[in-house]
């Protein structure tokens, strides 16, 4: 069965320290992947996403995620957080099909220490 | 760029109550999709459309409805509603067209509250 799993519910960080979101996924072919970033009272809005090629994906804001097939996992990185970065962060797993679903991990929400 | 949007931020309602959440997109989309978000379960799909007056079952279809008579504008009916629906409904939309990448733009959500 397709799934997403992020296991960390809730991360606080201080502000300028490195970041990492993990985000493991099961899905039967090769996929796509996505980080989405849902400010507070928004909708989501997409980050990064992997479909081919590169396995290190360059995103807004300064993300990066890495595409590990043989640990099934897509982590979200940055080098240096800000304030603003705090919102809450899903991961996400679709498929090559035009009317593909795309399944959503149960997100992992940011808290920035000043 | 995308623009997906919808009719209402925040929507009070009673119990037994019939409501439409609206959803726009502006970028000739075939596929739109309806979403409610809850703590702890991320987003969970209620019904897709890929096509103007097609739709399929998400994977909690109960409870809801959805009508799209225009390829731009898709809404989520309940056609009674209950204190159980309460919560954020997002709606997203994505190009389709036999498209083999799907990336999905999202609207701001509505929040609904069922009393």
């Known amino acids: 069965a397709q799934s997403v799993t992020q296991p960390d519910i809730h991360i606080t960080v201080s502000e300028g320290a490195s970041l990492e979101l993990r985000c493991n996924y099961s899905?039967?072919?090769?996929?796509?992947l996505f980080w989405y970033v849902q400010s507070p009272g928004q909708g989501l809005q997409l980050l990064l996403k992997?479909?081919?090629?590169?396995?290190l994906v360059q995103g807004i804001k300064g993300f990066e995620a890495e595409f590990k097939r043989s640990q099934s996992s897509f982590n979200l990185r940055k080098p240096s957080v800000h304030w603003s970065d705090a919102a809450e962060y899903f991961c996400a797993v679709g498929g090559y099909s035009s009317a593909s679903k795309i399944i959503f991990g149960s997100g992992t929400r940011l808290s920035i220490r000043p | 760029d995308v623009k997906v949007t919808q009719s209402s931020r925040y929507l009070v309602k009673r119990t037994g109550e019939k409501v439409f959440l609206e959803c726009v997109q502006d970028m000739d989309h075939e596929n739109m999709f309806w979403y409610r978000q809850d703590p702890g379960l991320g987003l969970r799909l209620i019904y897709f459309?890929?096509?103007?007056?097609?739709?399929e079952k998400g994977d909690i279809p109960e409870g809801y409805s959805v009508s799209r008579e225009k390829k731009e504008r898709f809404s989520l009916i309940l056609e009674s509603a209950s204190t159980n629906q309460t919560s954020m409904y997002l709606c997203?939309?994505?190009?389709?067209?036999?498209?083999?990448?799907?990336?999905?733009?999202f609207g701001p959500g509505t929040r609904l509250l069922v009393l």
């Open positions: 899905y039967g072919a090769t996929p796509y």
């Open positions: 459309s890929y096509d103007v007056k097609m739709k």
């Open positions: 997203a939309s994505s190009l389709g067209q036999g498209a083999t990448e799907e990336t999905q733009y």
């Open positions: 992997y479909f081919s090629g590169d396995t």
